[in-house]
């Protein structure tokens, strides 16, 4: 089964605002994450990924934050623009990247104008 | 950044008819690449495992005389859906790994999906 979860499945913000999307993972020999988008009718794009070594880790626009603690995993977008809009997966993966990605059931972000 | 295409990116069969997708790395080598299904609305489910020059291997619950894959070179793997039904309708991604990164990153990357509608 699934060792990935997503506590929201529907996110609508508006734009301009922050986005957070939180992922919460089973696993706890999981050692790397990876957050995905996907837009609608295309195959995954890598947003940002992290080590379980890092608690945090900055993008362009983005940041990823990990707590190994409570198995939690989130995902933030600054200023959300509307082609932010679209589904967010979180995935787990072990043996640093070599195992095979586990999805979780993804949140899908609505960003109004 | 690294690509992977697919092709068909959709196609309509009728029932009982096989199809082919192809998964396509451009400009590295994978001799690993993955194949997905994905339902509407729902997350990626793991399929199988290709590996080059060998047997993939298939997830459970995943019937391999079904989905049949072929990984033949570095560069390409095939996923044909055997008699397919109705109910085989989904899309379906391949994803792949660029061997030469191997040591420095876990990242996959996707191919644009195929859609299969079986009628």
């Known amino acids: 089964g699934e060792s990935v979860g997503l506590h929201l499945p529907t996110l609508s913000v508006q734009e301009g605002d922050n986005s957070i999307i939180n992922c919460a993972y089973s696993?706890?020999?999981?050692?790397?994450f990876i957050w995905y988008k996907q837009e609608s009718g295309k195959g995954p794009q890598f947003i940002i990924d992290i080590r379980s070594n890092m608690d945090k880790r900055q993008g362009q626009r983005v940041t990823v934050l990990l707590n190994k603690t409570v198995k939690h995993l989130s995902l933030q977008i600054a200023a959300t623009q509307p082609g932010d809009s679209a589904v967010y997966f979180c995935?787990?993966?072990?043996?640093?990247?070599?195992?095979?990605?586990?999805f979780g059931k993804g949140t899908m972000l609505l960003v109004s104008p | 950044g690294a690509v992977v295409s697919q092709h068909p990116s959709w196609v309509i069969c009728k029932s009982g008819t096989s199809v082919k997708i192809e998964c396509r790395s451009l400009d590295f080598q994978a001799t690993t690449m993955f194949w997905y299904r994905q339902f509407p609305k729902q997350s990626l489910m793991l399929m199988a495992t290709s590996n080059e020059g060998s047997k993939a291997t298939y997830e459970q619950g995943v019937e391999k005389d079904k989905f049949l894959i072929n990984h033949a070179s570095l560069t390409l793997s095939t996923l044909t859906v055997t008699s397919a039904h109705p109910e085989d309708s989904s899309f379906y991604i391949c994803?792949?790994?660029?061997?030469?990164?191997?040591?420095?990153?876990?990242?996959?990357?996707f191919g644009e999906g195929s859609r299969l509608t079986v009628l």
């Open positions: 994803s792949a790994r660029d061997v030469r990164r191997a040591r420095d990153t876990g990242e996959l990357f």
């Open positions: 696993n706890s020999a999981s050692d790397y």
């Open positions: 995935a787990e993966n072990m043996n640093s990247g070599y195992s095979t990605l586990t």
